[in-house]
């Protein structure tokens, strides 16, 4: 198995731009990168292969992870190690980036989940991350991709899905900083505790974080 | 096993009146009560007993579901249930009414988990199901009720939590009705699709329901 992490190097989480500065973001993003790599190295044995699929060169300092630059966008560029992978016979694994809650827990049942195509929904009708078995499925990433893809990937193969709240929760606004506060990974949680806590709202009891 | 399902039959969902009004948060309150009851009683078997924990009396119109009518709040509710049940060394699920996406493989890993307390965490810190196995273990359901309890939980026994997207998503907020629709069971999926329909943003492509 392949395993493909995509990572915008060059303009990562603007959407957190409401609560994190340009370095913070750019720090934070390799945070839940590192995070998301002990995930997948843990879990995927050394028969596998590992990259990074970034958007400029990036230094990602492992020696068991490789890295691939692909300036075009997330579609194409998934698109290629598709290509690439699945046509040589290989499966490809496509985790993001920005998955701080995920386990090793979590990427094993992703590996484990038998199917052509095998897709982890993501919050908003995304996809998160994926297997691909079936040489012919090709990505989309854009707006409703879970129903897309999961349309596309029948049209190939079999489709199945992974119920994983870990892999459904990607980081991409500031309300969602509080998942990863509570159930992300190391680098993730301790990169966050040291800049922010817990409060409960007044208001419905609402809980989200604040600067320290 | 007796499995619970705490509903708020007296003002369901008063977060969702930005988009429903009273009488369609109460309609659509029922139809994620009867996708959540679906998915239990496929799969709790007949050896189990499934009950409605209400607000107030309600009909639930179902021969395999009993309703238990409890005014107080859901923790003192949900305590006496624990009290009732665990005491009596048979172990309590509880499940909320408001996990429409709920399924039987969900609910099946929920109690198919060992541990004296199991926990379902749901988006913004809370727990949106247990298993209590544990007769000293009590809820406290407001705030951070998910890393409450699994301290307290820590305290009286073994503790483990269960990964899963369709548990971890209760419909509390507009913003949730669109996991709902795209993921919800039977009931919710048909009330949802005759009002409304999916649009996807022109800004970050964001997917949202709009009324049809």
Redesign the interface.
Known sequence: MRVVVPFDAAEPKT?LAPVLDDAERRAFAHCMLGDVLDAVTTTVGSESTVDVLATTPTDVDRADVGVTVDDRPLTAAVNEAIADTVHADETLAVVMADLALV?P??VA?LRGTAGDVVLA?G???GTNALVVRAPDFRVDF???S??DHRRTAADVGTVETV???????DIDEPADL??AF??GGERTVEWLTERFE?V?GEK????SLARR
Chains 1, 2 share one sequence.
């Open positions: 959407r386990s827990d979590a049942r929904p919050r908003g009708v854009h707006g409703t879970f129903l119920d994983s709240f870990r892999l459904a929760t509080v998942e509570v159930h817990l409960v419905e009891r609402r809980v």
